[in-house]
Structure formats: C-alpha cells, structure tokens
C-alpha cells in the first residue's frame, strides 16, 4: 500500500508544473549526461569543423559592391516640414521606389550598358535568363528613418560588380526622370477634360436647385448647419409653448382645487398664500400682511437707530454717571425700540388670523379661477395655430428632401471641380520640373576583399552547429538510455526505498568462507556496507526474520549479498541459515564450493521427519551461528518442489530454530521461484545494478511482486563507484561499499554461454525477461556440470 501510494505521489507529481528545484536538477543532471557523453560532443565538432572547413576550401569568392540613392519628392506639400509628414511620405512611397529599381525594365536597360567582359556571372546562360541572373545579385533596402536607397551586388569579380551597380543606378535614374517627365503633358489633357465635364454637371445641377427654391418663395435652407425652414420652426414652436401652457393649466388646476377643498373644510389656507403670490399679486399679499416696502424700510430704519442708541449708551457711560437725564432718557429709548421689534411677529400673526376669519379665501379662490380661464382660452388659440402650421409643414417636407438632394449633388461637383483645379496648377507649375528627384551620393568602389565565405561565420557557423548537434545527439541518446540516473529517481520511480550500496570490487579467486569480504576482512570499508544493510533492516523491519534475495536479471551479485549479509548477521551473535533456492544455476552452492552434496532438492524430496531431514542435510559453514541449506542435486521440477508443502514446513521448522533465514533465489523475471518464495516470507530485498538493469525491468518486477501482495523491503544497489556510475548516474557513495560478485549466473542460467548471452539481448530488446515456462525447462547435464551420483554425495552426521 505504502509503494503505491508514493508511486502515485510520484506520478501525479511530473504531470504539475515543474518547480524551479527540479528545473536546476535537470539541468545538472544534463550537463552530466554532456560530461559522460563529451566523446560524443567532440565528434560532432570535428565533423563540423571538417564540414566547414570543406566549405570554405571549395566555396568560390563572392565580392560585393554598393552605392547609394537620395530619393525626395518635390511640388506637395513643400511648406510641410513636420516630421509626421516625412515619417509618412517614407513609409508609403520608398517600398515602391525600392522595388522598381529591381524591376526588368530597369535591369534591361542595364544589360544593354555592360560590356562582354562584365557578363562573368553569368556566363553559359541563354540571354533570357540574364535578368533573372542580374536580379538574383541585386539587391535593395532604405537605411531606416532615411529617403536613402542603398543598392549593392555581389559578383565574382570585385570590378564587376562595381560596374553593374554603376549601371543599375544609372538606369533607374534615367527611368525615373522619363516616367514622370513623360507623363505631365498627358496627364494635364485628361484631368482639363475631366475638369470640363464635371463644370457642365455643376452648371446643371444649380440651376435646378435656383428653380426648386423659387417654388418655395425662395427660402434658403441651411443643411449644413442644421437650420430648420421657417414653417417647421413655427410649428415647433407653436408645440413648445402649447406643451408648456398645458403644463401650468394642470398644475393650475391642482392648486385650486386644493384651495377649495381648504376653503370649504375651515382650514389653514396661510400655506397657500405665497404659492399663489404670482397669480394674485405679490405685493398686494404683502402689502394685506403688513410686508410691504414701506413696512420693511421702516422696521430697517428702527433696527439701525437701535443700533446706534446701543453705541451713544456705551459711550456716555464712561462719561456721566448712571442718573443722568440725557443717559436715562436713551435707555428709555432703546427699551421702547426693542418692545416695538419684538412684538413685530405677534402682530404678523394677528395680522393673519385677521385675515383668515374675513373674505381671503373666497378672493384668492376668484383671483385662482380668473387665472385658470385666461389659460384655458390662450390654450385653446395655440392648438389651433399649432394645427395650422403642422399643415403646412407636412406640405413643405417633400420639396425640402429635394432641396436637400440638390444641394449635395451641387457640393460634390464643386469639391471634384476644386480638386482637379488644384490638380491642374500643380502640374503646370511641374511641368518644368519633376515630382520626384533622384540623386546618387555614394558612387560604386571595387572592394577586394570577399563577403562569402568569411572565415569568421564559418567558425561560428561550425561552432553553434557542432555544439548544437552535439548536444541534441547527447539529448537523444539520453532520452533512449532506459536505466536509472539516480537513486531519487529510483525511489520515486519504484516507490522502494534504498537499504545500501555496494561498491564495485574485483571477483575473488577463491571459494568458500574466504570468498566472502564479511568474513576475509570484516574491519575493510567494504564490509561497512553489509552492516549498514544489517542495521536498515533491523531498524525499518524489525520484524523480518525470513528474507529472500533476488534480482530481475542474471549476475546482478544477489547471491554474494545474501551470503554477506548472512555472515554478518552470524557475526552480530544472531543464528543465521542461508538458504540455496536457485535450484536450476546455484551460485551460493558454488560459491560455497558445496556442490556434491545434499541440500534442498534432496530434503524437498525426502520422506519423516522434517527436523530430522534438516539435520542431515543443512550444512555448516565453519563460522559460528552460521549454517547453509546448499541447493543439492538439481532436479527436473524446481517449481513443483518449491510448491510443495514440504517448503513451507521446512521454513516453519526453521523460523523456530534460526534468529534469521536468508533465501537466495532466481531472478524475479527469469522464473516464478520468487514469487513462490515470497509468499511463505516476510518480504523480499531486490538487489539492482544501475549501470546494467533497465528501468523497464525493475519496473516490472516491482509491479509482480506487488501485484502478488508480496512486500519488497527495499533495494541493494550493487556495483557502484565506477568512473560512469560517479560521473553521470549519482550513485556514487563518498564512503566505501561493497562487493559486485563474481559469482551467481556469470555463466548462464541454466543454458550454456552463448544461450544465455541470446536470451538475455533478446530480453533487453523486448523489456520482458524471460517466460518462465521456458526457464523452467531444465536441459540436459553436460560435461562441465554434471550431476553427481548418488554414491558421491556426502552426508553429514546427525
């Protein structure tokens, strides 16, 4: 469950967008590919130095003259001198001027100008391809933000080209100056023509506007501006002031009739007085209230004299003392002053309710209906002009459409007229002279040296390309290489975490206890790896007691882990049996050199006891708490032998007997042993050579194993810290690890050499191993690895 889930973290991961860590990780992991594979970028560059150098060497000279045109424009728009107006005058005409000067006309006249000695380039042509071949050298372009044409060609001979560009500049001045001289005179007859027709037009067409508009009493009508004719102006107005009558008359009606109803109920009719001032008079209503002119400059003037009584009490204060008669007699003044201003509003109110118990009502409500009725009669007048004069508007609309009509016509004619007069007075004023004027300032130089090839695009050009090449080949060969580059990878890939690494060494020449580093040298820093696998398992599977060790191709040195692992385990003071389950190509059997005598096939096939069996057949290895179950005689049914339930009471028997139980199997793709195996264990380790298994393989037997529900403790990266591993796959570990076996199935897995070296290649090809219904076939004895007989075996005492 756990491989699963961090293989699906892992995929779901690739397909989001790549962080930048893992952007700079690429591209390490890149320039190591370049770094391992520079044989290759080195090829790539002297193949492209050869190539350019080839070029150089067999390329003709190409040389290249130039000169320079300044084309300006005279006669329009002389008094313009902003740069907008040169901007545009540039961008719209120089592309034309551009191209005429490589147009066949112009390049014709310039063949007829060169000599037989300037036709170099063009030599062994029929003369019809002369221009097409003149055209092809020639070349064109403004200088940007200039009116300057720069005309080069490149020739096989300096002098050449510096002719045909003398030539061609030549000709297209020539050509330029002809054109438009030419066609002055022509153009002047037909737009004095043109100007004459549409004369006549104009003449016609005001005449019938001068009748049209004496139909209409001769009333002109302004549509440029808008105006309207005087009878759809008095109907408008006619309609804006009913519109507004109306407006009053309504709201007129509203506050009558408000009155009224207030008239009629007793009420307070105070707030209708001033809402009514225009209609009954404001002054009279003011003057009713006590609020008229005379009223107000009163109460001013008595306001201002109270203001300076104020000011002459102050000042004689400070002046007599408070009895005196003429300070006592304006204090009496200003009290009096101030009771009068006070009770001004109490007699506006009394004032009021006076009004208000009397006839004001009744009055204003004559005032508001008289009022009414002048509205109602002037309304009355203004529909009727205002139906008079739509009549007539609706009479008047189809003669001014057509007014209207003339009027445009007799416009268009007279801008056409104006347009072709201007036309005309320019051309005359022209006709000495031309619109455009064509000056070289640059004249055409014989240059010596070559512009194709030059040396140094050429070193550029092998350079960009040999690296280029080199590094997209390095990309490519890259892509197809289907092995792991790195442990992260790895894991990633596989969802298996790594145990230990094991460094490459050299293959022992010896057999036996002596052939195992753990036991030759364990205080060596290769025999510090196998510990370190020890301790991983301990800590990350403490519970693993029964391990089997496999790989998914022949010679991946499982067999020399296993065997290590096992001695260190037996040297940690823990009772280890180590297991042969190869029972078609025993490497541990040999390495062991126990062959010849019983084992597992036997003890599979044997009948009592199966502590008794064991016994007779397991082996000791010469170390303490170390003993070995070699595979015995080799059987014609392995995989019926390790279904048996034999098997899996002799690992019963062993698991209560032995602290650990170390099973070396087949390869995981070569047979289905493993998968047997690893169904009666508590997991299995992969031991995996990065150099030489590919991703397809591993992949697949992860996905067996785990498809089976059979758990992989983790994997022993076997054979690292060589020169390609430590410089391009990053599995190189700074502290020393290992063995890399030689022993296992170096030659062959149950096949001769040459079968097992075509059963291999073809299963790298396919990426699927080998059947297992063909493995299991078990050929024939030879003579280099006989069965031994019966009577050949020996046995152990019990």
Known sequence: MMQDETRATCDGGAGGDPSSAMLAQNLLRFLMAVRYRKKVVAMTLVVAAL?????????????????????????????????????????????????????????????????????????????????????????????????????????????????????????????????????????????????????????????????????????????????????????????????????????MEASWKSLDEAVRNGQDIGQHLMAFGDVAGREMLMGILGLGPRDSTAQASLEQRLMEDRAALARLRSEVGPKHPELVALRDRIAMTEQFLGGYQDRLQERIAELRKGRLGPWLLEVVRQRLEEIREKEAQLQACYDEARQ??????????????????????????????????????????????????????????????????????????????????????????????????????????????????????????????????????????????????????????????????????????????????????????????????????????????????????????????????????????????????????????????????LLAWASGVYDHILIDSPPTLLTSDTAIIGRLVDGVVLVVQPAKNRRRLLTRVVESLTLLKIPILGLVINRVGSDADKSYYGYHSGYGYGYGGGYGYGYGYGYGAEEEDELLEEGEEEGAGVAVSDVAEEPPPDADDPEPPARNIRRRAA
């Open 51 to 251: 190539l350019g150098a080839l070029y150089y060497v067999t390329t003709p000279r190409l040389y290249s003259s130039k000169a320079a045109i300044l084309v300006t424009q005279v006669g329009r728009d002389q008094l313009n001198t902003s740069m907008t107006g040169e901007e545009s005058l540039r961008r719209n005409t120089m592309p034309t001027f551009e191209n005429m000067i490589r147009s066949p006309k112009v390049v014709e006249r310039a063949l007829k100008n060169l000599g037989p000695d300037d036709r170099v380039d063009w030599k062994g042509l029929s003369r019809d391809r002369w221009v097409e071949k003149l055209q092809k050298g020639l070349s064109a372009r403004t200088i940007r933000g200039t009116s300057i044409i720069e005309v080069a060609y490149t020739s096989l001979d300096p002098h050449v080209a510096a002719r045909v560009v003398n030539a061609v500049v030549q000709s297209y001045v020539d050509f330029m100056r002809e054109m438009h001289q030419g066609t002055t005179a022509e153009l002047m007859e037909q737009l004095v023509k043109q100007r004459t027709e549409v004369g006549k037009s104009l003449r016609a067409i005001q005449d019938q506007l001068v009748e049209a508009r004496r139909q209409l009493d001769d009333i002109k009508f302004d549509s440029e501006t808008k105006t309207l004719h005087p009878l759809l102006q008095r109907c408008v107005f006619f309609n804006d002031a009913l519109i507004t009558l109306r407006k009053q008359r309504a709201e």
């Open 392 to 649: 007539q508007a609706v009479g008047l609309s189809g003669h001014l459409l057509h007014i209207q009509g003339l009027e445009r016509e007799e416009k268009r004619f007279s801008d056409e007229y104006d347009e072709l007069f201007r036309k005309i007075t320019e051309l005359d004023l022209r006709r000495d002279g031309s619109e455009v004027r064509t000056a070289v300032i640059e004249q055409p130089e014989p240059i010596l040296r070559p512009v194709s090839p030059r040396l140094t695009y050429v070193v550029l050009l092998v350079l960009v390309g040999g690296f280029g090449a080199g590094l997209g080949l390095v990309h490519l060969l890259d892509a197809l290489d289907d092995r792991f580059r790195s442990l992260d990878e790895m894991q990633n890939r596989m969802g298996v975490p790594v145990l230990a690494m094991v460094q490459q060494m050299a293959a022992p020449e010896t057999v036996g206890l002596a052939a195992i580093t753990m036991y030759a040298d364990p205080a060596s820093a290769e025999s510090e790896a196998f510990r370190t696998l020890r301790t991983a398992l301990d800590l990350a599977h403490p519970d693993a007691r029964q391990i089997v060790f496999s790989s998914a191709e022949p010679g991946d040195g499982k067999t020399t882990v296993s065997a290590n692992l096992a001695v260190g385990y037996a040297q940690s003071d823990k009772k280890t049996l180590l297991i042969d389950a190869d029972l078609r190509r025993p490497g541990l059997t040999r390495m062991m050199n126990l062959r010849g005598v019983y084992g597992l096939s036997e003890l599979l096939r044997s009948e009592g006891n199966i502590a008794e069996q064991a016994a007779i057949h397991i082996q000791p290895s010469g170390l303490a708490n170390l003993d070995i179950l070699p595979s015995g005689p080799r059987p014609p049914n392995p995989h019926e032998l390790l279904l048996s339930a034999r098997f899996s009471q």
